[in-house]
C-alpha cells in the first residue's frame, strides 16, 4: 500500500476551469510516479478567513496556492499562504 | 511578509495604493516562454536544468516597480524570462516555498509528470516522515 500523502489546495474550486481540473491530475500523475498515493482537498478561501479554520491546515502535509484570481476572499487566501510559509509547510504556488 | 502593509492587487482593487500585482504589459494568456532558471536553486534541482519551456495563462505579475522590494525579503528571483521579468520566486529559509506565474500542471502527462509537481510531492513525503518522527 502506498503511502498518502494529504495536500490541501487554496483556492475556489470550478470544474469549468481547465487548470484546476490539471491541478488535480497533475497531483495524481506525480504521486504515481513516485509511488505515493495522494488525497487533496480543494480549501475554499471564504472559509480560510476563519481562524480554527487556518488550525485546520496543520493535518495536510503540503498546500498548493490555486491559480484562478480573483480568489472569492483575498484575505483568505493570503492567509492560507501565510500559514504555510510562516509554519514551515510545503508549498507552491502556480 | 515585506512590511507592504497596503499591497494590492490590480485585478481586486484597481484602484489601490501600492499595486504589488499589476497588469502585465502584454498578456501571457495562452503563450509559451523560455524560462532561465537560478543555478542551486529548488527550481533548478527540480528541472535539473538551466532552462524549461513553460505555459502562461494570466493578465497580473510582479509589478516591477517591486522587484528591488521582493528580494530585500527572504525571498529569491531564481526564474525569468527572456527580458529578465520575474517568473519563479522561492524562498531560501523553507522546506520547500515556490511560485510560479506560469502553470507546471497543465504541462504534466500520466508519463510524464511536471518536475515541480515531483519536487513538491517529494517535499510532500519527507516532511511527512520528518513530522511522523
Redesign the interface.
Known amino acids: 500500500m502506498d503511502?498518502t500523502?494529504k495536500?490541501g489546495i487554496i483556492g475556489d474550486f470550478n470544474p469549468g476551469l481547465?487548470?484546476h481540473n490539471?491541478?488535480n491530475?497533475?497531483?495524481?500523475?506525480?504521486?504515481?510516479?513516485?509511488s505515493?498515493a495522494?488525497d487533496f482537498k480543494w480549501l475554499p478561501t471564504k472559509s480560510l478567513e476563519d481562524q480554527s479554520e487556518q488550525k485546520k491546515l496543520e493535518q495536510f502535509?503540503?498546500l498548493?496556492?490555486s491559480?484562478g484570481?480573483?480568489?472569492n476572499s483575498?484575505d483568505g487566501a493570503l492567509q492560507g499562504i501565510?500559514f504555510?510559509?510562516e509554519m514551515?509547510?510545503?508549498?507552491?504556488?502556480? | 511578509m515585506l512590511g507592504i502593509r497596503d499591497a494590492e492587487h490590480e485585478e481586486s482593487a484597481p484602484g489601490g495604493s501600492t499595486l504589488f500585482i499589476s497588469k502585465l504589459a502584454c498578456s501571457l494568456v495562452g503563450k509559451t516562454q523560455e524560462i532561465k532558471i537560478t543555478p542551486d536553486s529548488i527550481a533548478h534541482r527540480a528541472y535539473g536544468k538551466r532552462e524549461a519551456m513553460e505555459q502562461f495563462f494570466c493578465n497580473y505579475g510582479l509589478n516591477p516597480v517591486f522587484r528591488n522590494e521582493v528580494t530585500k525579503g527572504k525571498l529569491s528571483i531564481t526564474g525569468v524570462d527572456p527580458e529578465g521579468e520575474v517568473r519563479i520566486v522561492e524562498l531560501s529559509d523553507h522546506p520547500f516555498y515556490v511560485a510560479t506565474l506560469f502553470l507546471p500542471q497543465v504541462a504534466s502527462r500520466p508519463e510524464g509528470p511536471h518536475p515541480l509537481m515531483l519536487a513538491y510531492l517529494k517535499a510532500a513525503a519527507a516532511f511527512q516522515a520528518r513530522r511522523n518522527g
Open positions: 503511502r500523502i495536500v481547465g487548470f490539471a491541478t491530475e497533475a497531483l495524481k500523475h506525480a504521486a504515481r510516479a513516485l505515493l495522494v502535509d503540503a498548493w496556492g491559480p484570481s480573483p480568489y483575498m501565510r504555510a510559509r514551515g509547510w510545503p508549498f507552491i504556488g502556480t
